[in-house]
T-cell receptor, first 112, second 112 residues
Framework: EDQVTQSPEALRLQEGESSSLNCSYT??????LFWYRQDPGKGPEFLFT???AGEEKEKERLKATLTKKESFLHITAPKPEDSATYLC?????????????FGKGTKLSVIP | DVKVTQSSRYLVKRTGEKVFLECVQD?????MFWYRQDPGLGLRLIYF???????EKGDIPEGYSVSREKKERFSLILESASTNQTSMYLC???????????FGQGTRLTVV
């Protein structure tokens, strides 16, 4: 069974204090790994797609990396507006495989 | 930008009512999804459609049905609403199976 575990469940950072969020996954084969940001009461907003180990993507203060067993979302010098829940999802390999498996998310709070 | 629009942000319905949730996307995407999101359970797939009139069950299809008569529109139907269907419902679309999904703003449904 495909599994995605995100840690920590919640993270409080001071403004400017860099850190990383973890997404560990267990799949028979990985077609893609996706990161989303979700603000309270809203739908998830797409951030990154990673397809193979060693791949990295960056956007402003965020950088996503991928290994064969986990992905990290690095947040450099965060600002209060980065506060949100960050979701990780994996798409397994396999004919007809279309179903994303989501982690439960990491709730990030950035304190001014 | 991709836009996925859900017909309602908030709905309150009575037990036993038939409920329709509508979703429209404007990017000619092949795939459309309906998820529900509950605290502690994360996002769970209800139904998926990969083409007009085509549908596949997700993890939790019981009590729900879907309709896709046009490519841009995907409807979720609660045949007889129950209190355990109180949840946040999220519609999403993607161009291809292995590309990112874009989400709507969500519909917060309360069944009383």
């Amino acid at each position: 069974e495909d599994q995605v575990t995100q840690s920590p469940e919640a993270l409080r950072l001071q403004e400017g204090e860099s850190s990383s969020l973890n997404c560990s996954y267990t799949v028979s084969g990985l077609r893609g790994l996706f990161w989303y940001r979700q603000d309270p009461g809203k739908g998830p907003e797409f951030l990154f797609t990673l397809y193979s180990a060693g791949e990295e993507k960056e956007k402003e203060r965020l950088k996503a990396t991928l290994t064969k067993k986990e992905s990290f979302l690095h947040i450099t010098a965060p600002k209060p507006e980065d506060s949100a829940t960050y979701l990780c999802a994996v798409l397994p390999l396999g004919a007809g495989s279309y179903q994303l498996t989501f982690g439960k998310g990491t709730k990030l709070s950035v304190i001014p | 930008d991709v836009k996925v629009t859900q017909s309602s942000r908030y709905l309150v319905k009575r037990t036993g009512e038939k409920v329709f949730l509508e979703c429209v996307q404007d990017m000619d995407h092949e795939n459309m999804f309906w998820y529900r999101q509950d605290p502690g359970l994360g996002l769970r797939l209800i139904y998926f459609s990969y083409d007009v009139k085509m549908k596949e069950k997700g993890d939790i299809p019981e009590g729900y049905s879907v309709s896709r008569e046009k490519k841009e529109r995907f409807s979720l139907i609660l045949e007889s609403a129950s209190t355990n269907q109180t949840s946040m419902y999220l519609c999403a679309s993607s161009l291809a199976v292995n590309t990112e999904a874009f989400f709507g703003q969500g519909t917060r449904l309360t069944v009383v």
